[in-house]
């Protein structure tokens, strides 16, 4: 993570949520685990809450882009 870029923000402004058909598959039990975290977090870090939650819809079938944008919340 020292090599991470520092984000102000923990979503894009211009982030369209959608299923991404035809995006890659990621596996899905690193994805859950990434959400489940950041749930978990959300206590301490109430402005991220509402990121994850909107990432948090796309558990059953993860791309890669919804990953990227996960780890954008890491990040912040």
């Known amino acids: 993570m020292e090599n991470s870029k520092h984000m102000a923000t ?3 402004t211009g982030c369209y949520l959608d299923k991404d058909e035809s995006g890659q598959p990621i596996d899905e039990k690193q ?3 990434m959400i489940g975290s950041l ?5 301490s870090r109430p402005n ?3 990121s994850v939650c909107m990432y948090a819809r796309f558990q059953s ?11 954008r919340i890491i990040t912040v």
Do not use: D, Q, W
Request: zero cysteines; aromatic letters at 16%; charged letters at 10%.
């Open 39 to 43: 749930l978990y977090l959300s206590v």
């Open 10 to 12: 923990p979503m894009s």
């Open 48 to 50: 991220i809450m509402f």
């Open 61 to 71: 079938n993860p791309k890669f882009s919804h990953l990227t944008a996960v780890k």
């Open 31 to 33: 994805y859950r685990g």
